[in-house]
């Protein structure tokens, strides 16, 4: 979508911060440029997005996380890419430079590494309080991070986050990149989401170059989109019931996601659908028989998933794992602005293909599920009923598929554009904004995973627990590191 | 549970056949792998998957190895859960700088005699992700490798031959 961007002084700075701390607005990113800080923020009432930036004074802004939590993160990457300090931040230590980079401040002014002192992790105090660090090198085929539990006996007091292990500097890579080049970059983001990523990079160059793409290209981006969401969700509710020992599901669940990419692979060349979308339209059309073997796999799936259902809900010894453990609160999930099937399973109904909404979402019929215990459970249960959403997507996509071209020349403009695309990826609403230069080349791309928001909120949702029921939530949460890390 | 365990079993195995050996793959472990290692493996390897800085695409296609369809564990192959316990480190993604060293950390845990199998373009090169400030490279200027398996992200057959071609020198 194309948005002015509004430049603001210290005291619009400060009025934004005032609608996210009293709750009116909600914090959809906050990263850094040269010299500037940006913020993108959703009104809850009025659906708007709008964008802010502010000129830095010496370097300094006023900090957003001094007022309201959800910020705090991406205050302290935002330090560590380009040295920018957010005056009053509660919390100064680095996020995602570890002390391993040759540079510091990357994006910014590129001074030569200091070694870091220890990393200080937050005080815990009381009684026959022991620790426990997990990873980066965790016990799975997973992603690294770092988890500092702090527990009294089996129960949790305190987790606290460590990531960055797995950041790339995908934003460097992207500043000075061609738009292929970059939209390639924006793929491999993360991979479970890479048609999300692909396709809000695409709405974003798209918004910038004012360039829309043909209406059949646009149907079938949405189909992949759904694709990759059922095969994700596949996944994860196979592996949330995995990690409270229910095998069974795993399996079968299994052989629905690999159905799902197979028939990806036969659609559009690629299990996964990577580099398919492309800013314009996309790559290649749907294979001559692509319609007919999606019609197959959604027969397939009404077939069995059904039965996976009942077996979900008829077995005892799992909801004994999944029902109250985990829970995350209402009013965490509001002011983070959680996305996805967290917030969704706590009571916050944002769907970015609803709200603000894109094609061709809009001419389809579908509804958002929300519910409100917030537990593994709900999150699971969220998951199941997506999956009938997407495939009730797909029967639509596939009967008012537009014939045409796939694909319409982006070419720059002659003059600096920017653009924002934000979409809905399985786990929640990817947000990426974009500014190219006149001659086609990205000259500051930034992307926010969901994974942001959910991170802190998996923080407190195992709070009490005990330690064994850790990656039960950590499953239901499935976060990115890769998207978060960048 | 009754009806989907009979149905399943009603239905036969969806596993289908293996493939064949990876041919480049045969090609460059005969120069790696060390003859007096094989004969202490027998035909059971067990890997522990070390995530050096993908993007996750890599890890979605190796979990898949384990699914109905391609069934890892019937030609010998676990995962398992720590460097401890393996004969082989599958290493995906580019190896970052904040990851270099819990990489270096693992492969010395990992007992003797040991592979290491790097899994993707990433793996092999640094892929698309080569030249940041924040990468170290692919993962041989990190630890030795003995068998590239390329592909963003490789699919499981290749995963497979790529596998099936270490078993088939180590053994």
């Known amino acids: 979508m194309i948005l002015p961007r509004t430049n603001v002084t210290e005291e619009g700075w400060g009025q934004a911060i005032d609608r996210l701390a009293g709750g009116n607005q909600t914090l959809l990113g906050l990263w850094g440029d040269a010299g500037a800080v940006f913020m993108a923020l959703f009104d809850e009432k009025t659906f708007d997005i709008a964008v802010l930036s502010y000129a830095c004074k010496d370097g300094r802004y006023p900090s957003v996380a001094a007022r309201h939590p959800p910020a705090n993160r991406l205050e302290r990457a935002i330090r560590d890419l380009f040295g920018l300090e957010a005056t009053g931040a509660p919390d100064t230590r680095p996020w995602l430079n570890l002390g391993f980079w040759d540079v510091r401040h990357p994006l910014g002014n590129q001074e030569p590494a200091q070694k870091p002192g220890p990393y200080a992790f937050l005080p815990v105090e009381g009684e026959s309080l022991h620790q426990i660090p997990v990873g980066p090198v965790h016990a799975g085929i997973i992603e690294p991070g770092h988890f500092r539990f702090t ?3 089996e129960h949790v007091v305190r987790l606290e986050q460590r990531l960055g292990y797995v950041h790339k500097g995908i934003e460097s890579l992207m500043a000075g990149a061609s738009l292929a080049d970059a939209a390639k970059l924006a793929g491999r983001t993360s991979g479970d989401s890479t048609v999300a990523y692909a396709l809000a990079f695409a709405q974003a160059a798209e918004a910038a170059l004012e360039a829309p793409p043909p209406p059949r290209a646009v149907h079938l981006r949405a189909l992949m989109a759904e694709l990759e969401r059922l095969a994700n969700h596949f996944g994860d509710i196979g592996a949330i019931c995995n990690d409270a020992s229910f095998a069974m599901m795993h399996a079968q669940t299994g052989i629905l996601r690999e159905r799902v990419l197979r028939t990806a692979d036969a659609c559009f060349g690629h299990r996964l659908m990577m580099d398919a979308i492309v800013p314009g339209g996309i790559a290649r059309d749907i294979a001559a028989d692509g319609l007919a073997q999606v019609q197959a796999l959604l027969a397939e799936i009404q077939r069995a998933f059904p039965r996976l259902i ?5 077995t005892a010894s799992l909801q004994d794992r999944t029902v109250t453990t985990g829970i995350v609160k209402a009013d965490y999930v509001r002011q983070f602005g959680a996305g996805g099937y967290v917030g969704r399973a706590s009571g916050r109904g944002f769907d970015a293909r609803r709200t603000p909404g894109y094609a061709p979402y809009d001419a389809l019929a579908f509804e958002v599920p929300v519910l409100t215990a917030g537990d593994v459970n709900a999150r699971v249960w969220i998951r199941i009923r997506e999956v009938e959403q ?20 982006v070419k720059p403009n002659g003059k600096t554009c920017e653009g924002l695309g934000l979409t809905e ?29 959910h991170w802190p909120l998996l923080e407190t949702a195992i709070e009490g627990n005990i330690v064994a029921d850790f990656p039960l939530c950590n499953k239901s949460f499935n976060c990115s590191y890769s998207g978060h890390d960048l | 549970m009754r009806r989907t365990l009979l149905d399943s079993f009603m239905r036969g195995p969806l596993s289908e056949p293996g493939p064949k050996p990876d041919e480049a793959g045969l090609a460059e472990l005969a120069q790696s792998v060390n003859r007096a290692a094989r004969a202490k493996l027998g035909r059971s390897l067990s890997i522990r998957q070390v995530d050096a800085g993908s993007c996750n695409g890599c890890e979605l296609e190796i979990h898949a190895l ?23 480190l599958m290493v995906t993604g580019p190896v970052t700088k904040n990851m270099r060293e819990a990489l270096l950390r693992t492969y010395n845990a ?21 030249g940041s400030y924040a990468v170290a490279g692919g993962v041989t200027d990190v630890v030795p490798v003995d068998l590239t398996i390329p592909g963003c992200p490789p699919n499981p057959k290749a995963l497979l031959a790529g596998l099936l071609a270490l078993l088939q020198t180590a053994s």
């Open chain 1, 151 to 153: 527990a009294n006996g």
């Open chain 1, 310 to 314: 009942e077996l979900y809900d008829n």
């Open chain 1, 390 to 409: 997407s495939l009730a997507l797909v029967d639509q996509i596939l009967g008012s598929l537009p014939a045409g071209t796939i694909h319409a020349a």
């Open chain 1, 425 to 453: 990826a399985f786990r929640g609403d990817v947000l990426i904004w974009l500014r190219l230069d006149g001659k086609g080349h990205v000259e500051r791309c930034h992307m926010r995973d969901a994974s942001w928001f």
């Open chain 2, 66 to 88: 384990n699914n109905a369809f391609y069934d890892l564990e019937r030609f010998g192959f676990h995962f398992v859960a720590s460097p401890r316990h393996a004969d082989v």
């Open chain 2, 110 to 130: 990992t007992p003797d005699p040991k592979w290491v199998i790097a899994v993707g373009t990433c793996a092999a090169d640094g892929g698309l992700f080569a």
